[in-house]
């Protein structure tokens, strides 16, 4: 037979058992009140027993026949909550124990969980009540809990493999020279100029790491952001880096109307983060193009180049951390394989999106989308 | 002993390029996959030390690849992905050690001494022929205890001949191992070579070592 959904909750039996046990007491007292009444009426008149029966009034007997039974009813009413309080009790604690016992095996659990024993689950098998809601609803915690745990894990080991590597180079280096006989003036230049290139990566590494983590998060730092400002600023810093590369820059956003609320700190460095990525990947001589425009409720902001494009299963995974399209170019480049994972985590955290679309040969255009901000 | 080196990053091949021959060994650099399996096709190396993450042909693959055509090579993996699952791979493919990035060079150099004398007849780490002993680690020579001064490309040379004790060895093969792909190359070199390490043989008395066998090569 199925149970309707509600007839398996806790608090549907726990009404259930108090109903149970108050009909229980209300049986016990009311035997006991009728019990009191048939032993006054079936027990042996009161006014003979009395020692001064004989010299009785009709009045003063039916007073002594009434406190008599008055008397017995309060003896065996007493007698009676005295057993309910009893059995109340030691019901109510039976009772409350097997309700919550369940409750028990999830805090018990609860406290042997730690950061490296996420894998341990409830597993509450009963009845579909609270309980069970409860054990399910922390199970799925911990779910979220233990892929939290373990994206963090997989971040740190790509993040010091990531850094193993400028380290392997200064190491090497430095273990080479060490090694020869009497080194030359040249052979320590070469190596100064190589701890330098290595130092100047982890630097950017690191600084890239703590952009990540950071986001564009700190609400502290929001104010009205005009996209139109950032994108000038971005292709003013740009422009010599693009020169050098013979690649045209050119910008297209209106005046006004480009509001968002955000960090511009972090909103500029999305950006700016698009714009180097255009310029580095480009052909010799291609054009970069920025512009801004307003969808209504989006302001939407479009960084399009010239460069060789991305294929499509590369373009599904250009914003994962440290995924290079092609490593060795982008190593050769000074990257760091975060720079477009920074842009998601930066839009992200400011409510947007952003997207790429591309064709091998053709170039790339990557969107940003960000929710518009009407001032009031 | 000739070794290809196979590593995408530039400054650290080349300074392992510099430090290996340093060593004696003959060295060329690989940049990524592709190239290093066109060089491996051509050039009869003794040891590839291969890096895992390469670009256009993984290192595994790599691997793979040069296990199919050559047993004889010996293939030290470098990796920065300390995972056993990946350093398991590796040696199944056909990596006979590995290294995890970031090492240290003497510890590179024993293992590549290592492999390297697998592969030989002997195992024993000093080489030895009559009186004439090598000590490839400390790169010097001795002939009934008294040392012999040799460049190293002439250790090189010997260490060969004395690896292949008993075989004929011809001067393309020792071109082949002793010298790498900027090497100039004549078997003319050769000749000269061979010329000074007998003098210096002989300077301590240890004549007739090495036999020339006509159009063939040489022998110890």
Known sequence: MRLPAFAKTLRFKLTLWYVAIIILFGALFLVAVNLAMQQSVTGPPVFLSHPMAASQTPTEIYRLVRSTQLGLLRNYSLIGFAGLVVIGAVGGHFLSGRMLKPVDRVSSLAARISSTNLKERIGYEGPDDEIKRLADTFDDMLERLESAFEAQKQFIQDASHELRTPIAIAQTNIEVVEMEERPGARDYKRLIEVLKLSLDRMSKLSDNLLLLSEGGNDRSRWSVVDMSAVLDEVVEEAYAQAAAAHISLELERPSEGMHIMGDPLSMKQAVLNLVDNAVKYNRRGGWVKVSARSEHPLVIVQVEDSGGGISETDQQRVFDRFYRVDKSRSRAQGGSGLGLAIVRKIVEDHGGLVSVHSTLGEGSSFRIALPHHTPV | ?220
Not at chain 2, 49 to 64: K, Q, S, W, Y
Not at chain 2, 71 to 97: E, H
Not at chain 2, 99 to 105: C, G, Q, R, S, Y
Not at chain 2, 117 to 127: A, K, S, V
């Open chain 2, 1 to 220: 002993m000739r070794i290809l080196i196979v590593e995408d990053e530039k400054d650290l091949a080349d300074a392992l390029a510099r430090g290996l021959h340093k060593q004696g060994y003959a060295a060329d650099v690989a940049y990524d996959g592709e190239e290093a399996l066109v060089l491996a096709e051509v050039n009869d190396y003794d040891l590839i030390v291969l890096d895992l993450n390469l670009p256009r042909i993984d290192g595994v693959e790599v691997c793979r690849r040069i296990r199919e055509s050559r047993s004889s090579t010996g293939i030290l993996m470098l990796t920065a992905r300390s995972s056993v699952g990946d350093r398991v791979n590796g040696l199944d493919q056909g990596a006979d050690d590995y290294l995890i990035k970031p090492f240290h060079f003497p510890e590179l150099l024993a293992r590549i001494r290592a492999i390297l004398r697998r592969e030989g007849p002997t195992r024993q780490p000093i080489l030895r022929v009559e009186d004439l002993v090598l000590d490839p680690n400390a790169q010097r020579a001795f002939f009934e205890g008294v040392e012999i001064r040799l460049t190293t490309r002439e250790f090189a040379v010997l260490e060969y001949l004395i690896r292949n004790a008993g075989r004929i060895v011809s001067q393309e093969e020792l071109l082949e191992h002793v010298w790498n792909e900027d090497a100039n190359l004549f078997t003319h070199t050769v000749k000269v070579h061979m010329m000074n390490i007998r003098k210096k043989l002989s300077k301590v008395g240890a004549n007739g070592l090495i036999d020339t066998v006509k159009g063939r090569g040489y022998v110890i």
